[in-house]
Each structure stands twice: as C-alpha cells, then as structure tokens.
C-alpha cells in the first residue's frame, strides 16, 4: 500500500469507482453500444480495457481476435458459439481468435478485458467487407 493508504481504505476505493484512479487518465475507448464505456491502453500486440455498463447493454454477435475478460463488478451473461453463461464479479472467460460470441451486460457491471488485437478495428473490417 502507498504511504498514508491503508488496505481498507483501497479497497472502499475499488469497490466504488471499480478503477484505478489512474486508469481514468487513459484514452476513452470508442465503443458502439449505448450506456457502455471505456478507458484504453492499447499498443501494437493488442489492447488492454477497462468496461462499465451503465445501464442493461446488449452487445450483439461479433467475432474478432482472442480476448480474456474478468468480470470486476455485477454481472454478465455471455454466450459463446451458442452456449450461455453468466459470470459475476471475479470470474474471468477466455474467448479464442473468431469464435461467435454475444453479451448482456447488467446495469453497473464493470469488466477489465485483454484484446490480442485492435477489436474495433477488427469488427469494423467485418462489417464493411
């Protein structure tokens, strides 16, 4: 723990902000669903990103390069190649290079994901091909 914070202190902390204060310092992700949003660290193996749905988000099936998720706050159901599951607060999923998956994300769910590549990019070139 840093100088003058103390564990309980930090961890009142992440439970109400869910995020390093410093993660809000990122760049904002640009995401296309309403009431979900993001901070970024990205870099040229793949993108590092902190979600939270602010209110119920449904993220339609989409496919890009493998991603590994934990679920930091609330919960998700989340379905991949046809099978569903829900995840809640500290349960983490890994989803292999494009294989269909889709999501409901609940109101105050909050998520920290590892992308292998640019996922924007990459649902983007799919739905322009």
Known sequence: MGAGVS???????IVDTCFPPFVEN???AELAYEGLS??????PSGWMMFMSADCDVVVPEHRHGAQWGVVLAG???LTISGETRTYRAGESHYIPAGIAHEAVLYA????LYV???DPVREDRERHDA
């Not at 564990?7 to 902390?13: G, S």
């Not at 993001?38 to 870099?43: E, I, S």
């Not at 105050?108 to 998520?111: D, E, H, Q, V």
Request: contains cysteine; proline residues 4%.
């Open 108 to 111: 105050g769910w909050r998520g």
């Open 38 to 43: 993001g901070r970024v660290m990205k870099n």
């Open 7 to 13: 564990a309980t202190e930090t961890c009142v902390m």
């Open 75 to 77: 919960e998700m159901d």
């Open 26 to 28: 990122w760049p904002v």
């Open 115 to 117: 992308f292998s590549r």
